[in-house]
């Protein structure tokens, strides 16, 4: 019998092929990835970890059988230090970015310690604190504020660590168009404890999840040898099937690995941590390095074409793989759900986002979060990016003639 979801799967395959993709967080894999997450490997159930020598975290299965998943998760846990260049323990089970977070917190955290984050309206991450979120409602998350240009206050950063001793520091984001200065937030924390004559020791948690990518191609400074633990998603600028990474320092391995299992999780998906693997292997090769460079050129060349057109580029631009418009002074009238609306009717797919001093709801928006990683694994390049942002242009212009 041939099932109906065959026909809705069509449908999206369909969509995604015939549709200008805009979504930061999304992207394309290789035929050999979802060869992967489509695998007889999720048959296998395999509680626990691969029973290896070289590893300074957890060890063994509660299942039999585990021989072949074992060789895959090994040399997928190996392939990402080979990625990142780093002797880091990782963790490669994570179903998603926010479990890796989750876990992380679960690794080093009590219920009610303080936790220092950027907010969501300013570029962070509903993993990050948000009241409705689990992170929010078990911990208690401050955060430090960005200035009138959008950027990251480090100096608002550094009072707030000194006023509040987080127990936890995280730096990283979900939309935020500049690099982040990891060495300055690790020289901030450090002066704070010398302060305190080191009777104060927070942990420094990065969250690479969009940028990973450019770290790998050395288009983004890198956190390894700062932050104690490191959080990433494998889809995104990494182009690999939906799941997440932990990285940490040695000496917390068996911390984490106990908190992704049994701590969060149970089962492994192994046929994910296959494509995981495959995608680590992609980000190895000269090839994937100059995509990425690609994605940062053709991201800087529509952000400035959009100032051009006289848009509220947040920040003046980009340095990544995304921006954000701001419609609230020239198009007061036109809010971020409206303009993803309106295009999704045009075959144009971004997402709604809010901008620093957000008056509109999450679920409204002033602004919008464009990015350019999956259409450059289509192939784009600067001009078609120019052309895009055009047709973007006219479509806001009448939508804002017709209000």
Known sequence: MASKVLDMINKEANRQYNNIELIASENFVSDEILYAVGSILTNKYAEGYPD????????????????????????????????????????????????????????????????????????????????????????????????????????????????????????????????????????????????YENSYNPYFMVDMAHIAGLIVAGDHPSPFGLADIITTTTHKTLRGPR????????????????????????????????????CAEE???????????????????????????????????TDNHLFLLDFSSKFPTITGLAVQNKLDEFGITLNKNTVPNEKRSPKITSGVRIGTAAMTTKGWKESDFIW??????????????EE
């Open 52 to 195: 290896v020598e070289d590893t300074a975290g957890q060890r063994g299965r509660y299942y039999g059988g585990c021989q072949y998943v074992d060789e895959i998760e090994d040399y997928c846990r190996k392939m990402w230090q080979k990625a990142f260049n780093t002797d880091y323990h990782v963790n490669v089970q994570p179903h998603s970015g926010a479990n890796a977070n989750f876990a992380s917190y679960l690794a080093v955290l009590k219920p009610g310690d303080t936790v220092l984050s950027m907010s969501l309206e300013n570029g962070g991450h509903l993993s990050h604190g948000l009241k409705a979120n689990v992170s929010g409602k078990l911990y208690n998350f401050v955060h430090y504020d960005v200035d009138e240009n959008g950027l990251i206050d480090y100096d608002d950063l550094a009072k707030k660590i000194d006023r509040w001793r987080p127990q936890l520091i995280i730096a990283g984001a979900s939309a935020y168009p500049r690099q982040i200065d990891f060495q300055k937030i690790y020289d901030i924390i450090q002066k704070v404890k010398k302060e």
């Open 243 to 278: 799941g997440g990474l932990i990285f940490c320092k040695p000496e917390l391995a068996k911390k984490i690995d106990s908190a992704v299992f049994p701590g969060l999780q149970g089962g492994p998906l192994e046929h994910v941590i296959a494509g995981k693997a495959i």
């Open 283 to 317: 980000a190895c090769t000269q090839e994937y390095k100059d995509y990425i460079h690609q994605v940062v050129k053709n991201c800087k060349a529509m952000a400035d074409h959009f100032t051009e057109l006289g848009y509220d580029v947040i920040t003046g631009g």
């Open 388 to 401: 895009c942002a055009d047709q973007i242009d006219y479509i806001i212009k009448k939508m804002a003639k």
